[in-house]
């Protein structure tokens, strides 16, 4: 069974998930053959806040 979970810093659009979880389940079903019924897909999100690139919180360097 696979289980794949994405991070994302949040701001995406439920249309651009969906879309990403679609394209995610096709591309696992392809590749390795797993039956769709088996494949796990979700998504994590987190804010700007909790997210540090190379010792700089991505909400601070947003604002740059």
């Known amino acids: 069974m696979p289980l794949i979970e994405i991070h994302l810093l949040e701001g995406r659009t439920d249309k651009q998930k969906?879309?990403?979880l679609d394209a995610v389940t096709e591309a696992v079903r392809d590749s390795i053959g797993a039956p769709l019924s088996t494949i796990?897909?979700?998504?994590?999100?987190?804010?700007?806040?909790?997210y540090m690139v190379a010792g700089e919180l991505?909400?601070?360097?947003?604002k740059k």
Do not use: H, M, N, T
């Not at 991505?58 to 947003?62: F, H, M, S, T, V």
């Open 18 to 20: 969906r879309a990403l």
């Open 58 to 62: 991505y909400a601070d360097k947003q």
């Open 40 to 50: 796990r897909v979700w998504i994590q999100e987190f804010s700007p806040k909790e």
